[in-house]
């Protein structure tokens, strides 16, 4: 007999930080236990298929290991001694830590931290209520999107693109900077399709051979920040071979005459000597594009994460501009969608409450915030108190030891509210036991498709975890604020205030509906009537300082880096960390298919498959160095070193190496993660997190007697 006979389907969103953000039909055993998770297959953009390490997501749920009940610190930080403790106590300490905290300094002292290890809105975007209420540090939350963002909106004024469903409409689908077989399967899923039905060809763009370029008809391995080079090139022979598409960029484009000029001196050959591809690659891609009018250009997050990355973004995105490809269906380019949803969280996050007087502290710069850093206090006091939800800075966040050192200090509290224990809640005085995705309501937008997706609490969690909603409510009380706008209701309220401001119904409306397609019509998808710039016009030349983005700093932050060194006209230049005689080699932290950030590193599948830290280098460098495949390498640069295990990989040009996963710490050796090697130096002009953008150093880890 089938002992899942009255087996259920809920339906719900996955609630990682990934472009997809999949619709799912979620197996119910019973009222506190979940089985296998699908893609939603009526779900035009999921259409039925979802990663491997999701469908396992019981594996997390029902975890042994997770976090049951509130603990205290009763040893030294990161000692590992805890006491258990009740919610209401727990919570009383941290409010009582908070206030004398704020006694002493002010209340710019406490900083709220948080980010996107639930991209929910309603448990994710909760603690910014609290946060203005109480006028806490604010909050400017750039590890992710600010780079690739920002040279989106240069080129095209609006953050929203053709249709990603149109990629199975494509003749031609360029996958550029983004692992999508490993971080957003759903791209695969149409380019397949376009493929399968129209003949379509593949080109994958990255710094090595990934599974996606493993499944592409044309594979591009360049050098890491090195995209504008090419970008500039493939524009150069379009121009060059008349395969420019002169009436559009006449109508379209802001100054088409003056880019044709600056590119002339932008040829293959000098491409070609700054990304290592050949001149006769560089020159089949562009005749590819440039007679292939259904070209649709994916362009990923991954190739932004450079010091130089939203001047290569701008420049890929250019190049659909020169051949017209926005006119068609199939065609054009797509970043995300994160433009269109316009959903108004106001009260959900407290915006009113806000005191613009109140000072931001860098979410990037968390090392040098807490290590007392004048230039990341922006002139106010030191953060002695920290709230922190959704996210694992210790393990994620650039310049590791910097974070660490933070942490330890005896005069930082510090309360986390977790689902495991993460190498931040190790370091933590108070942890909570949060719920996931399937245990409480929320709302989900999908930033790689158009669709907003609810959520619903499809389970009971076990006793002790309680929502992310419940912390800042409880906190609220006890700190003085519960009777402030926005406190007082419950998460399906706010959900129903969210979709009613948008005039798209309520929760229980949207329960039976389970998602909303917001894709806007094909002409303002397109671009036809006009670009997001005032003029209508797509720009080549960028207007570094005065465009805005979505997440442009606040003026009070100023701009960031070398503002002056960015380029007017699409180019490549050289803000990365170039390497050097002592760092000859140049690193980038790739994501791993089997985990998600730090998420998924604590499940027995996804280890078991991902097996140890390794560090990926080509044959001739390894021959060079000594290395065989599966030694110890030391790897390091003027932050510090870590220790990976070598493995030898020719998919990848000499002089790069590959770290794929952000895996725990404790996973490596020395109890010390990749982020060591990370900077956490904002780039221009509006900050970002440049992970793989690292000059390092090999050694082999025995010749230290290590």
């Not at 060809?201 to 044309?218: F, L, P, R, S």
């Not at 051949?323 to 269109?340: K, L, R, V």
């Not at 409306?509 to 917001?518: A, G, M, P």
Request: neutral net charge; charged residues 25%; aromatic residues 8%.
């Amino acid at each position: 007999m089938n002992q899942h006979a009255n087996l259920r389907i809920g339906h719900s969103a996955c609630p990682h930080d990934c472009p997809s953000t999949c619709a799912l039909e979620v197996e119910l055993l019973d009222g506190n236990r979940i089985g296998r998770v699908h893609g939603a297959k009526a779900n035009s953009y999921t259409s039925g298929v979802v990663c491997a390490k999701v469908a396992r997501y019981a594996d997390r749920v029902h975890h042994p290991d997770r976090l049951l009940k509130p603990l205290v610190r009763k040893g030294a930080k990161g000692e590992g001694v805890w006491q258990e403790s009740s919610w209401e106590a727990a919570l009383d300490l941290v409010a009582e830590k908070f206030i004398s905290a704020e006694e002493k300094y002010g209340s710019e002292t406490v900083w709220p931290y948080y980010y996107a290890g639930t991209m929910g809105l309603v448990q994710r975007d909760g603690i910014d209520r609290l946060r203005h209420a109480k006028k806490y540090s604010g909050f400017f939350g750039s590890i992710c999107t600010n780079l690739a963002w920002t040279g989106w909106m240069m080129g095209a004024g609006a953050l929203r693109g053709p249709d990603p469903r149109e990629m199975a409409k494509s003749d031609c689908v360029v996958i550029w900077g983004t692992n999508a077989v490993v971080t957003q399967v759903n791209v695969m899923t149409h380019a397949i399709k376009a493929r399968k039905e129209r003949g379509a060809k593949i080109v994958v763009v990255d710094v090595y051979e990934n599974a996606t370029m493993k499944q592409a008809d044309m594979g591009l391995v360049l050098k890491p920040g090195t995209d504008g080079a090419l970008a500039c090139a493939v524009m150069h022979v379009l121009f060059r071979e008349g395969l420019a598409d002169r009436a559009y960029l006449e109508k379209y484009t802001d100054d088409p005459k003056g880019l044709e000029a600056h590119l002339k001196t932008r040829s293959p050959e000098w491409a070609s000597a700054i990304t290592g591809l050949g001149v006769a690659e560089i020159e089949a891609f562009a005749r590819l594009v440039g007679t292939t009018r259904k070209t649709y250009f994916r362009l990923g997050y991954g190739f932004a994460r450079q010091r130089n990355g939203a001047v290569n973004m701008h420049a890929a995105s250019c190049i659909a501009a020169v051949t017209g490809a926005w006119q068609y269906e199939g065609g054009g380019a797509f970043h995300s969608n994160s433009g269109i949803f316009k959903l108004n969280q106001d009260v959900l996050e407290g915006t009113r409450m806000r005191d613009p007087s109140i000072r931001y502290l860098d979410h990037s710069r968390i090392g040098p915030v807490l290590t007392g850093a004048s230039d990341a206090l922006y002139g106010g006091p030191p953060v002695t108190a920290m709230l922190i939800q959704n996210t694992n800075p210790v393990n994620v966040a650039p310049e590791q030891r910097l974070v660490k050192q933070g942490f330890l200090r005896d005069d930082l509290f510090t309360c986390v509210h977790e689902q495991f224990m993460t190498d931040t809640a190790k370091l933590a005085d108070v942890v909570l036991p949060a719920t996931m995705f399937v245990e409480h309501d929320d709302i989900y937008k999908g930033g790689g498709n158009q669709h907003i997706t609810l959520g619903p609490k499809l389970i009971e969690p076990p006793e002790g975890p309680r929502t992310n909603h419940f912390v800042i409510e409880q906190l609220a009380e006890r700190l003085g604020v519960a009777g402030r706008p926005g406190f007082g209701l419950t998460e399906q309220q706010h959900i129903d205030i969210i979709l009613g401001k948008r005039g798209l119904g309520s929760f229980d409306s949207l329960k039976d509906e389970k998602w909303i397609d917001l894709q806007p019509d094909f002409d303002t998808a397109h671009f036809i009537r006009g670009f997001g710039h005032a003029d209508g016009k797509f720009r080549f030349r960028a207007d570094w300082t005065g465009q805005a983005a979505p997440n442009r700093p606040p003026k009070s932050m100023g701009l960031f880096g070398p503002v002056a060194r960015l380029p007017e006209f699409p180019d490549h230049v050289d803000l990365i960390e170039v390497t050097d005689e002592a760092h000859p080699f140049r690193l980038a932290t790739s994501p791993a298919r089997n985990f998600l950030n730090s998420t998924f590193s604590e499940t027995p599948g996804s280890k078991a498959k991902e097996g140890r830290p390794e560090l990926l280098l080509h044959p001739d460098d390894a021959a060079a160095l000594n290395l065989a495949d599966g030694d110890r390498v030391e790897i390091g640069n003027m932050r510090g070193e870590v220790v990976l295990h070598a493995r030898l990989f020719d998919g990848i040009k000499r002089g790069v190496v590959i770290a794929e996963g952000i895996w725990p710490n404790s996973a490596h050796e020395r109890g010390e993660g990749i982020n060591v090697l990370t900077g956490a130096d904002a780039p221009a002009p509006y900050g970002g997190a440049a992970f793989h953008d690292n000059k390092v150093w090999l050694r082999k880890a025995e010749d230290l007697g290590a």
